[in-house]
Structures are given as structure tokens and as C-alpha cells.
């Protein structure tokens, strides 16, 4: 199993500056077929999962450009750039390229 | 619009069963993959299964293998979690999410609200 590690675990951050999260898996998230398999949810409060990111990088259509992903191998990143009051929430890194499916621990964003 | 909704949640005793659908409409059901992903109190995400697009194809996590069944009628649009032999650690809000048409590697990009499942005596 592909264990995802998320840090940190909290992000207390003031509104508009920037956040970052890192997520690190215990092997190479590059499949087989070249393609890499990490996406980057959110889930704000009482509220599902939301997919942000996918392959890394891609932006789901709506998401604001605000949200980037970056990385590659076994070292992935989220960054906000200006965190703004409905950002607020846990956020998951996961990947797709190997069964089982697994989740990072979540990193909680919250304003300061 | 493309949406989920999933049912069927409650409180179980342990040792008991229970079955979730999760009703897909807006989009082409059959050319999906669907997963279950849970998440229980206090705590992250967790996958549980997969059902490829035709139903031929399944994997599970192995916290709920040989004790759930993933499955689907696309003739409902419908997917279902059959859970058997419930414990307390299978408490949480159960999701179904939309992956691709591969069974593999896609991202989970639509996802319902959940259903509460609590396993309790």
C-alpha cells in the first residue's frame, strides 16, 4: 500500500496570504503508462469532497486559479495563493495509480 | 444535473447488515467507473471499493474485503454497497464519487453528499 503523508497538519493563515501543503508518498506515484495519478480535494465544512486538482497540476474547470499543484516522483505540493474565507476546510492530497487508493491525513486550513 | 445521491445509511447493530444505492443522474452512468469513500468521525478519508464501468471488474480495501460487495444496475443508473457483518470501526458518512472510464487512475471529479452509516449497539 502507497502511504500518503501530508504536512502539516494545521494551517492557521491570515486572509490573503498564501498557503502551502506538501504531500509525500512512500513510493513513486509515476504509473506504468507515464501518466502520474495525485489529486488535490477539499472538503470544507459539512460539506462532501471537492476535487480541485488532478495529474499533479490540472485545474478542474471552476476551480480558481488561485489553487496550483506542483511535484513529481514521491513530493507533491498545494499552494493558494491569497487564502480567502471559503477556503476554509480540510484538504486531501490522494493517489490513483496503485491499488488500494489511498488519502493523506488532511491538512486543516483555517484563518488566523 | 450531474449529480449523486446516496441512501440506505442508518444505525445497524454489530454484526449486522446493511445495503447503500447512490442514484446517479445527468450523465452517462454506464461509462463510469464509481467508488465508495468514506470518512469516519474525526478522521480522513478512506477508500473502500470500486465497480469499473461494465461491472466486471471490482477491488477492494482491505479493512472491508470478503465483508462488503460493490455493485451496480445500469439499467437504474445505480450503484450499491452491500455491507455485511458490520463493526463500529465501519462508522462514518459514506460518499459514492465518479472516477473515469478506466477503472484506474482517473481523478474522483463528481461526488455525492453522503449517507451516515453507525454501527452501534
Known amino acids: 500500500e502507497i502511504v500518503m503523508t501530508q504536512t502539516p497538519l494545521s494551517s492557521p493563515v491570515t486572509l490573503g496570504q498564501p498557503a502551502s501543503i506538501s504531500c509525500r508518498s512512500s513510493q513513486t506515484l509515476v504509473h506504468s503508462d507515464g501518466n502520474t495519478y495525485l489529486s488535490w480535494l477539499q472538503q470544507r465544512p459539512g460539506q462532501p469532497p471537492r476535487l480541485l486538482i488532478y495529474h499533479i497540476s490540472n485545474r478542474l474547470s471552476g476551480v480558481p486559479d488561485r489553487f496550483s499543484g506542483s511535484g513529481a516522483g514521491t513530493d507533491f505540493t498545494l499552494k493558494i495563493s491569497r487564502v480567502e474565507v471559503e477556503d476554509v476546510g480540510v484538504y486531501y492530497c490522494m493517489q490513483a495509480t496503485q491499488f488500494p487508493i489511498t488519502f493523506g491525513g488532511g491538512t486543516k486550513v483555517e484563518i488566523k | 444535473q450531474v449529480q449523486l445521491v446516496e441512501s440506505g445509511g442508518g444505525v445497524v447493530q454489530p454484526g449486522r447488515s446493511l445495503r447503500l444505492s447512490c442514484a446517479a443522474s445527468g450523465f452517462t452512468f454506464n461509462y463510469y467507473a464509481i467508488h465508495w469513500v468514506r470518512r469516519a468521525p474525526g478522521k480522513g478519508l478512506e477508500w473502500v471499493a470500486v465497480?469499473?464501468?461494465?461491472?466486471?471488474?471490482?477491488y477492494y480495501a482491505d479493512s472491508v474485503k470478503g465483508r462488503f460487495t460493490i455493485s451496480r444496475d445500469n439499467s437504474k443508473n445505480t450503484l450499491y454497497l452491500q455491507m455485511n457483518s458490520l463493526r463500529a470501526e465501519d462508522t462514518a458518512v459514506y460518499y459514492c464519487?465518479?472516477?473515469?472510464?478506466?477503472?484506474?487512475?482517473?481523478?474522483?471529479?463528481?461526488w455525492g453528499q453522503g449517507t451516515m452509516v453507525t454501527v452501534s449497539s
Open positions: 465497480v469499473s464501468f461494465d461491472g466486471n471488474n471490482k
Open positions: 464519487a465518479r472516477g473515469g472510464r478506466l477503472i484506474r487512475g482517473s481523478p474522483f471529479d463528481i
